[in-house]
């Protein structure tokens, strides 16, 4: 018999006491659970909840952005991104596989549909450790609803796709740094959100962003839905839909003229807008350089809206509202007269000046004056309405402080006014800077009969959810700079710089419409030395203010285009008649506002006088509004430039070579174009140094000269001719152009 030893009893004995123990334990704990419902200091049937009740998001749809006629601009929209799944555990049947089975049939198929070749496509089907599942980067995102049915027809297994929302611009460069884009960013625990970062996406996101809601249901521990289980919905609040005044067909129009004229003179910077003066709708915005807002393409090289965040002297478009203010003060007699040319301003060494180089056109009218864009008339001007009384009126049109559009980052301008000259140059549009939304605003005065319209681009905003309309612009004044009467003048006077045979405005004349405006030559600020910058005849911002039709104006059209790239027999206003006239022409037919078939650009044909007295032909050709210049002494027309037949603008030059002794004719502050016409018909070897106006010749004026000798024409712009004339007076005073 065998005893059992005394040690294994002990063992045995701490053995059930240690377990007795964990058991007496395990008993507590289950009925102090059991009494608190917590365990470590969390509710049991919080914790159970969280594991069996799956949460899922019910994504907001951002709002949409609407054009003034409900077509989108900006809106969400259903987007795929491909999906390979390479584990063969998804697949439970051979015969129906869920995974890709044949890596190269795969990549031949797909590669006929995203923009992969086949080898970079196989290559991410067969990585070395199998993954499981792989994307395809770039080429397998934003994949259309189009792509991915073809993509299922090819019935290829395991590409699938996840479906999620996208942001799209369907008319693509469409008043892109207005609009501006979204973009999807990815968020610490693995959800998305699209945020706006620049334009009416980011000022108004969270407007547009709306609210996510939420699925609950029950589970089993796989993840599925329990039978009758209940299922808990937060429905999701859509982002708030924004409706724009922008007009879809102006705007088109706008940005087909600016491509044009970006592609054709290579401009720093072009910006244009169209308005609706009654209103002070903006139905068009526009900028070069832009982006396109789906592929960011462009972005680079600028982020700012120019039309609302940029200042900028203004030039000669300025005197619009200078003119105005003269006529409202009952100062402004288009028949008085002035001496043009210089305009002496007291304890300043150097005189104002009139554009062409302080030459001026002797004593004109008023109104000739304003045609010419003479700065010495609005110098004269000032005198008459008083300083601090033109100061009221720069306030009264509201320049120096913002339109309050609701766009962010608004500038102001500034009104430079602290000194006698600051106050002169500041009439006719040198020094104090503005805004384009300042001289759209500032404009609708003069379109609109006296009353100063505040500009808006934003017609409403709609809450979808309730199909309710949260936020609704009226039409707002926002003051009476001038009287009904005063506006009536303005617009006759600026439409005669359109028709004048002296008028700057010529090529912004539009065939069956009166327009009415004032063209702009400003100086740019040189943002290294300080003073301006000195580039020869290109080195200036461009403009135009004009409105049409001019008796009763339905549009706005502001377009000002920096430095563009000249051809020596082109002005600054071409590349921005280009813009201005298709864009407003365009429109005004767009409205149904009917062309006046009596009204024309005032084009002649230009007669065959060759053979004829010089009497006579110097009489035929007055009597159709054109300019007789004579070469020589005899008496009848041997050959004459333009040639016969030709269709040229009333007020241009006819130049006549005669039967006698050939001469040439003073030329100076002739255009190159002009000159070439002289060369031509004298048969003469032209030789132009420089560019701009003419400053000299090497034949004196009427005196012989012999076919084929050669002609030396010296050419400056303005500002080089004034920036000579200071050095050799030791001043530094800087004016601006026409």
Do not use: C
């Not at 869920?98 to 995203?114: R, W």
């Not at 070749?117 to 980067?137: A, R, W």
């Not at 200078?322 to 150097?350: C, I």
């Not at 000046?353 to 304003?370: L, Q």
């Amino acid at each position: 018999m065998n005893r059992k030893r005394p040690g294994m009893n002990i063992g045995a004995a701490i053995l059930f006491g240690i377990f007795g123990l964990l058991f007496f334990v395990l008993i507590v704990r289950i009925i102090t659970i059991q009494v608190t419902g917590e365990a470590e200091g969390r509710a049991v049937a919080a914790q159970a909840a969280k594991k069996y009740i799956k949460t899922g998001v019910l994504e907001a749809k951002r709002g949409t952005i609407f054009d003034s006629s409900g077509d989108p601009i900006a809106e969400d929209t259903a987007s795929f991104s491909l999906v390979a799944i390479l584990s063969p555990t998804v697949t439970g049947d051979p015969d129906e596989p869920k995974h890709v089975v044949d890596p190269k049939k795969t990549a031949k198929k797909l590669s006929k549909h995203i923009d992969m070749s086949e080898s970079e496509i196989y290559e991410q089907l067969t990585p070395e450790k199998e993954p499981f599942q792989v994307e395809f980067g770039n080429a397998g995102r934003d994949i259309s609803q189009q792509v991915k049915k073809a993509i299922e027809k090819e019935n290829l297994p395991g590409i699938t796709f996840i479906q999620e929302s996208k942001r799209f611009y369907p008319n693509g460069v469409f008043s892109s740094h207005l609009i501006g884009f979204a973009q999807k960013k990815m968020l610490e625990n693995g959800d998305s959100v699209t945020n706006g970062m620049m334009g009416i996406e980011k000022s108004f996101n969270d407007i547009l962003q709306g609210e996510d809601g939420k699925l609950q249901y029950k589970s089993d521990v796989w993840g599925y839905l329990l039978p009758d289980a209940e299922e808990h919905v937060t429905p999701p609040k859509d982002g708030h839909n924004i409706h724009l005044t922008i007009d879809k067909k102006i705007q088109t129009f706008l940005e087909d003229a600016l491509s044009s004229v970006e592609k054709q003179y290579n401009p720093k910077k072009m910006i244009a807008v169209v308005a609706d003066p009654k209103t002070g709708e903006i139905l068009a915005m526009g900028q070069r350089p832009t982006f396109h807002p789906d592929s960011r393409e462009g972005l680079d090289q600028n982020w700012h809206n120019e039309i609302v965040e940029t200042t900028f002297e203004p030039g000669s478009t300025f005197k619009t509202f200078s003119l105005a203010a003269a006529v409202e003060e009952g100062v402004f007699n288009p028949n008085a007269s002035f001496e043009s040319g210089t305009y002496k301003v007291d304890k300043v060494p150097h005189p104002i000046r009139d554009w062409n180089n302080g030459n001026g056109w002797g004593t004109i009218s008023y109104i000739e004056g304003v045609q010419r864009s003479s700065n010495v008339l609005f110098a004269n001007l000032l005198e008459k309405i008083g300083q601090e009384r033109f100061k009221d009126y720069l306030d009264a049109f509201h320049f120096g402080k913002p339109t309050n559009v609701g766009l962010p980052n608004e500038a102001s301008g500034k009104i430079l006014y602290n000194y006698p000259v600051e106050r002169i140059t500041t009439i006719f549009g040198q020094g104090t800077t503005v805004s384009a939304l300042q001289m759209i605003q500032a404009e609708t005065a003069i379109a609109n009969d006296g009353k100063m319209m505040k500009p808006y681009v934003i017609s409403k905003i709609v809450d979808p959810n309730k199909d309710k309309i949260v936020k609704q612009t009226k039409p707002e004044v926002v003051g009476n700079p001038i009287s009904k009467e005063t506006a009536k003048k303005v617009r006759k006077y600026l439409a005669s710089t359109v028709t004048s045979e002296h008028g700057t405005g010529q090529p912004f004349a539009i065939d069956g419409y009166d327009v009415a405006g004032k063209s702009g030559t400003a100086q740019i600020p040189d943002p290294d030395g300080g003073g301006y910058l000195n580039s020869g005849k290109e080195g200036y911002l461009f403009s135009f203010l004009g409105m049409a039709p001019a008796d009763d104006p339905q549009l706005i059209v502001y377009v000002a285009i920096e430095q563009p790239e000249l051809k020596p027999t082109e002005i600054g206003s071409d590349p921005v008649s280009k813009v201005f006239n298709p864009v407003m022409q365009n429109s005004l037919k767009y409205l149904n506002i009917k062309p006046d078939e009596k009204i024309g650009l005032k084009k002649v044909k230009v007669p065959d006088v060759t053979g004829e007295s010089i009497q006579n032909a110097k009489a035929k050709l007055k009597e159709l509004g054109l300019k007789t210049i004579v070469l020589g002494n005899g008496t009848k027309v041997e050959k004459q430039s333009p040639l016969t037949e030709e269709i040229v603008l009333a007020g241009e030059r006819i130049i006549l070579k005669t039967d006698g002794d050939l001469t040439i004719p003073d030329m100076k502050g002739w255009s190159v174009r002009d000159v070439l016409k002289v060369s031509n018909v004298a048969e003469l070897k032209l030789n132009m140094v420089g560019s701009g106006y003419v400053v000299s010749q090497n034949v004196k004026p009427d005196s012989p000269i012999q076919k084929g000798e050669p002609l030396v024409v010296n050419f400056q712009t303005p500002k080089e001719q004034l920036n000579k004339e200071e050095v050799e007076e030791g001043g530094d005073e800087e004016q601006p152009l026409n």
